[in-house]
Every structure is written in structure tokens, then in C-alpha cells.
């Protein structure tokens, strides 16, 4: 948030505060590297807000469906859609939301699951999509890693920490140094032009700051170094007792899908072998060979393959969860069945176990239950998506993002205006900027909590020291040709 012409910088402050100059000048550049992806995560972040309002809008012919008659077991929905996509294993049931709506079933193929919609009365497939090519799950990559996996997952959190850089720089030079609250907290829109960009540019960030700085920080959990940098926060303060429910890569993502569909696989394999025992010591006049119960036996008739769900999911039907409610096979033999409502209000998230055999609840852990920094980040995520408080919460995240894309466009406006010719613009660098023992501290805060800002800075300052204040041309490009000391 630049407020003022570079042709008249005020002084520096005094106090031990740092060079006005130099603050600017490193705004200046992380909005360099920040603005083209702000806007961008911007952009999808708002669509993402809205996304149970897309998917409903996206599934509304399949949600609308005439049902004649009861409504097919959820076993045999479930054979129905398993068999639609060959070579497939049931990897959860989603129970129906609506009497008139499609049954979601998910069938796994290694880490590739595709999401079977069925008729719940005549069986009939009225749709199969690939998970990952869902609207959303592409909006989803396209805010998180740009569609370019692991590497454009660390080019937006490099992004993401420089945005609260510039955000952190811009509060400072933003702070007022006059008692009138023009141009500061609304803009002059009687002055002319020039003021008018720059009051937009002020204005805004002061607004939309804290909460752009609340959905970058929120944000960073699913980025692929930061996300592993808090892994191992959680292994040190115990939190891994539980699994975390989020994923910092795609491929992080693929790794658990072939996990769990290996293990409802083999267990698959134990139970059906063990069927086939007791087949045999029934034809021979043996006694019944015991076998693990309330597990899918894929060797079995398809109306009896999935019976376990037949028991499951009316108890977990009946408890009434927010949606989607998921309804997953056991990965290891003799293990129960599980359930959880999957809702993007995470504070609500309940997970089950449930006998197979009985259909009977046999445990339960809620949000509460949670590690303290589980519960943080939850509670962070659900409020990054939009769903922590309903409409308010979407409303109030699309506020946000607009700000960003006016305040990015205000500053390219302002940065265009005021440029010299044959020069990028950048302030003017002085010799001996003004450090003090609070900047110092902040920066080093910064860089351990956000290590990839850390790196990327000290990388910055060793190229401009060692590299490019020794070529003539990109030396004055940059503005580092004039150089003098900081006033006292």
C-alpha cells in the first residue's frame, strides 16, 4: 500500500523505527513478485467460496430424478455402480441427501476414484465422473498448485508469504501521519486522479489487510513445504495421535487413495478366501469356518456382497449428520466399518466406527475431541473455504478477495504512472537503511515461521549484493545506482 510519491519520501521516522525508503522499497518488490498471483488466488478463491452452491447447481439433473417405487438396497446401489466401472473397489457410499436425488457411490482404481451417480430405484447409471475432474477439484488445483503439482504448490506459497510481506510493509507505510482520517480510512475522491489511485490503493489495503493475512496464513497448511514444516510441529506437540484430514500435495493425496484401496483390496482378499473355506467345510459336513464379519466379499452374489452397508447405513442415516456423510469399507481384516460426515464446516465433523455384522455404533470422536492444533487449523480451514458461518463467512471472504484484486490493480496504476523511463521504478536504495532491534526480530520471526520467505530473502539480498549491483545496466534499472546514506 504505497502512499506516497517516491519524488517526496518523507523522513524517516524516529524512535529506532527503520528507514521509510528501504520499507518501501521491499513493498515495492514483494508486490513485484506477489501481484499476478494474488489476483490469480484471488480469482479461484472466490469461486471456490461458493462451492457447495456450484456443485449443487452442476448436479441439479441428477438431484431432480423421478423415483418410482422403494428404493433399492444400498448394497446392490453399490454393486451397481462398482460394476459400471470394471476392475474397481467400493471406496465409500455416500448416503442420499433427498428422497429424489442420485446415490453417490465412490469406486476406487488404485489413486484414480471415480464418482458413480445411481438411480436409488432402478439402478440406472445417470453419470460417472472422475474425481479429480470435477469443476471444483480443478478450481481447487488451479488456487493451490496452478495444475503444476508439487512445483506450482511451492510458486504459490513462495507467493503467499511474500503477499504478507508486502501486506506487513504496506500496514507501515499506510500508518497515519496526520489527525485527518482522508486518505486513510476512505478515499478523496474530489482531488483528482492521482489521488484518487492512491487513496484506493491506501484505503483498500487498510480494510481487507487482516483478513487477507488471515486467508494466506490459513491457506498455508495445504502448501507442500510449509504443510510439511507444520508435520512436524504436530509430531512434537503430539498431534499426530490423529490423522491429519488434509493434504499438502496432490501426490501426498494419490499415496493415501492407493493405500486405502490396497487394503480394501487385500482385506477383500481374507475375507473372500475365508468364505471359500467355509463353502467347502459346509459341502463336506464340516463345521462352519468362521469368517470376518460385515466385510465385502467380492467372490459373493452382488446382492450379498455389500451387505454390511444394508446394516450401517440406516444407523448412520438416522443420527442426522450435515453433508456429505461417507461410508467407508474396512482397509484391514476383522476391522469395523467406518462413517463420517465430510462437511466443509469442519467444526462439525463427526467420525464413526460400526460393526458390520450388527450395524450397531460402536464409537465416535467429534471436532472437540481434536488436538488443541488440530482444532486451530480446522477452524482456520473451514473460515479459508467459506464455511464456518454460513453465507456471512462466503460474503465476507469474497469482500476480501475483491479488495486484493482492487488493491493489486490500484497499485499497478499508481506503479505505471509514476515510472521513469528506463527504469523499473522501484524507490530509490539507500546505503545504510535504518535497522532497528523490533525489524530485526520481526524479520527473523518471519523467516522461521515462514521458511520459504526466509530462504528466498536471504537469496534475494546475496544476488542484489554479489550480483547485481555489479552490472552497470541492471544496477540502474533497479535503482540501486544512487546511492547515499540514511539521515540521521
Same mark, same amino acid.
Given at each position: 500500500?504505497?502512499?506516497?510519491?517516491?519524488?517526496?519520501?518523507?523522513?524517516?521516522?524516529?524512535? *529506532?523505527?527503520?528507514?521509510?525508503?528501504?520499507?518501501?522499497?521491499?513493498?515495492?518488490?514483494?508486490?513485484?513478485?506477489? =501481484?499476478?498471483?494474488?489476483?490469480?488466488?484471488?480469482?479461484?478463491? #472466490?469461486?471456490?467460496?461458493?462451492?457447495?452452491?456450484?456443485?449443487?447447481?452442476?448436479?441439479?439433473?441428477?438431484?431432480?430424478?423421478?423415483?418410482?417405487?422403494?428404493?433399492?438396497?444400498? #448394497?446392490?446401489? !453399490?454393486?451397481?455402480?462398482?460394476?459400471?466401472?470394471?476392475?474397481?473397489?467400493?471406496?465409500?457410499?455416500?448416503?442420499?441427501?433427498?428422497?429424489?436425488?442420485?446415490?453417490?457411490?465412490?469406486?476406487?482404481?488404485?489413486?484414480?476414484?471415480?464418482?458413480?451417480?445411481?438411480?436409488? #430405484?432402478?439402478?440406472? @447409471?445417470?453419470?460417472? &465422473?472422475?474425481?479429480?475432474?470435477?469443476?471444483?477439484?480443478?478450481?481447487?488445483?488451479?488456487?493451490?498448485?496452478?495444475?503444476?503439482? $508439487?512445483?506450482?504448490?511451492?510458486?504459490?506459497?513462495?507467493?503467499?508469504?511474500?503477499?504478507?510481506?508486502? @501486506?506487513?510493509?504496506?500496514? /507501515?507505510?499506510?500508518?497515519?501521519?496526520?489527525?485527518?482520517?482522508?486518505?486513510?480510512?476512505?478515499?478523496? /475522491? %474530489?482531488?483528482?486522479?492521482?489521488?484518487?489511485?492512491?487513496?484506493?490503493?491506501?484505503?483498500?489495503?487498510?480494510? !481487507?489487510?487482516?483478513?487477507?493475512?488471515?486467508?494466506?496464513?490459513?491457506?498455508?497448511?495445504?502448501?507442500?513445504?510449509?504443510?510439511?514444516? /507444520?508435520?512436524?510441529?504436530?509430531?512434537?506437540?503430539?498431534?499426530?495421535?490423529?490423522?491429519?484430514?488434509?493434504?499438502? #500435495?496432490?501426490?501426498?493425496?494419490?499415496?493415501?487413495?492407493?493405500?486405502?484401496?490396497?487394503?480394501?483390496?487385500?482385506?477383500?482378499?481374507?475375507? $473372500?478366501?475365508?468364505?471359500?473355506?467355509?463353502? +467347502?467345510?459346509?459341502?463336506?459336513?464340516?463345521?462352519?469356518? %468362521?469368517?470376518?464379519?460385515? +466385510?465385502?466379499?467380492?467372490?459373493?452374489?452382488?446382492?450379498?456382497?455389500?451387505?454390511?452397508?444394508?446394516?450401517?447405513?440406516?444407523? =448412520?442415516?438416522?443420527?442426522?449428520?450435515?453433508?456429505?456423510?461417507?461410508?467407508?469399507?474396512?482397509?484391514?481384516?476383522?476391522?469395523?466399518?467406518?462413517?463420517?460426515?465430510?462437511?466443509?464446516?469442519?467444526?462439525?465433523?463427526?467420525? /464413526?466406527?460400526?460393526?458390520?455384522?450388527?450395524?450397531?455404533?460402536?464409537?465416535?470422536?467429534?471436532?472437540?475431541?481434536?488436538?488443541?492444533?488440530?482444532?486451530?487449523?480446522?477452524?482456520? =480451514?473451514?473460515? %479459508?473455504?467459506?464455511?464456518?458461518?454460513?453465507?456471512?463467512?462466503?460474503?465476507?471472504?469474497?469482500?476480501?478477495?475483491?479488495?486484493?484484486?482492487?488493491?493489486? &490493480?490500484?497499485?499497478?496504476?499508481?506503479?505505471?504512472?509514476?515510472?521513469?523511463?528506463?527504469?523499473?521504478?522501484?524507490?530509490?536504495?539507500?546505503?545504510?537503511?535504518?535497522?532497528?532491534?523490533?525489524?530485526?526480530? =520481526?524479520?527473523?520471526?518471519?523467516?522461521?515461521?515462514?521458511?520459504?520467505?526466509?530462504?528466498?530473502?536471504?537469496?534475494?539480498?546475496?544476488?542484489?549484493?554479489?550480483?547485481?549491483?555489479?552490472?552497470?545496466?541492471?544496477?540502474?534499472?533497479? *535503482?540501486?545506482?544512487? $546511492?547515499?546514506?540514511?539521515?540521521?
Amino acid at each position: 500500500m504505497t502512499t506516497t510519491n517516491p519524488t517526496a519520501t518523507p523522513e524517516p521516522r524516529s524512535g *529506532g523505527w527503520p528507514d521509510y525508503r528501504a520499507v518501501w522499497r521491499w513493498h515495492f518488490y514483494a508486490g513485484l513478485l506477489c =501481484i499476478p498471483f494474488v489476483i490469480w488466488l484471488a480469482c479461484t478463491g #472466490s469461486i471456490y467460496l461458493f462451492k457447495p452452491q456450484v456443485e449443487a447447481f452442476i448436479d441439479r439433473g441428477t438431484d431432480r430424478i423421478v423415483v418410482a417405487g422403494p428404493a433399492a438396497s444400498p #448394497s446392490a446401489q !453399490v454393486a451397481a455402480a462398482v460394476a459400471a466401472v470394471p476392475g474397481s473397489a467400493l471406496a465409500s457410499y455416500e448416503t442420499p441427501q433427498a428422497p429424489g436425488a442420485a446415490v453417490r457411490v465412490l469406486v476406487s482404481q488404485g489413486a484414480d476414484l471415480t464418482r458413480v451417480y445411481v438411480h436409488p #430405484s432402478s439402478l440406472e @447409471i445417470l453419470k460417472t &465422473v472422475p474425481e479429480d475432474d470435477r469443476f471444483m477439484e480443478v478450481v481447487f488445483r488451479l488456487h493451490g498448485e496452478l495444475l503444476a503439482g $508439487e512445483r506450482g504448490s511451492n510458486i504459490v506459497e513462495l507467493a503467499a508469504c511474500w503477499a504478507i510481506v508486502m @501486506i506487513l510493509t504496506g500496514l /507501515f507505510l499506510w500508518w497515519p501521519r496526520q489527525s485527518s482520517l482522508a486518505g486513510v480510512i476512505y478515499p478523496r /475522491f %474530489h482531488k483528482g486522479s492521482r489521488h484518487v489511485w492512491r487513496d484506493l490503493h491506501a484505503v483498500t489495503g487498510f480494510w !481487507v489487510s487482516l483478513f487477507a493475512i488471515f486467508l494466506l496464513l490459513t491457506g498455508l497448511p495445504w502448501a507442500k513445504n510449509w504443510g510439511g514444516y /507444520f508435520k512436524e510441529v504436530r509430531k512434537v506437540t503430539g498431534a499426530t495421535a490423529a490423522a491429519q484430514d488434509w493434504n499438502t #500435495s496432490r501426490a501426498e493425496a494419490a499415496a493415501q487413495r492407493r493405500a486405502d484401496d490396497a487394503g480394501v483390496r487385500a482385506t477383500a482378499a481374507v475375507v $473372500e478366501d475365508e468364505h471359500a473355506q467355509h463353502n +467347502m467345510a459346509v459341502a463336506g459336513g464340516g463345521g462352519m469356518h %468362521h469368517h470376518t464379519p460385515g +466385510m465385502v466379499m467380492p467372490g459373493m452374489a452382488p446382492e450379498d456382497a455389500y451387505a454390511p452397508l444394508d446394516r450401517v447405513a440406516p444407523t =448412520i442415516a438416522a443420527l442426522k449428520l450435515p453433508p456429505p456423510v461417507l461410508i467407508s469399507p474396512p482397509k484391514t481384516p476383522g476391522a469395523p466399518w467406518t462413517a463420517k460426515t465430510d462437511t466443509p464446516n469442519r467444526p462439525q465433523r463427526v467420525d /464413526f466406527t460400526v460393526d458390520g455384522e450388527t450395524g450397531k455404533l460402536i464409537g465416535a470422536k467429534d471436532f472437540s475431541q481434536k488436538h488443541l492444533i488440530d482444532k486451530i487449523v480446522g477452524v482456520g =480451514i473451514a473460515a %479459508h473455504e467459506g464455511q464456518l458461518f454460513g453465507w456471512a463467512n462466503q460474503l465476507l471472504g469474497l469482500f476480501t478477495a475483491i479488495g486484493l484484486v482492487l488493491l493489486s &490493480v490500484s497499485a499497478v496504476v499508481l506503479w505505471w504512472r509514476r515510472r521513469s523511463v528506463g527504469a523499473l521504478g522501484a524507490p530509490e536504495a539507500i546505503a545504510r537503511p535504518r535497522l532497528s532491534v523490533a525489524l530485526v526480530v =520481526i524479520v527473523l520471526a518471519l523467516g522461521l515461521y515462514l521458511p520459504m520467505f526466509g530462504v528466498s530473502l536471504l537469496t534475494v539480498l546475496a544476488v542484489e549484493r554479489l550480483v547485481l549491483r555489479r552490472i552497470p545496466p541492471v544496477r540502474d534499472w533497479l *535503482g540501486l545506482q544512487r $546511492e547515499r546514506p540514511a539521515k540521521a
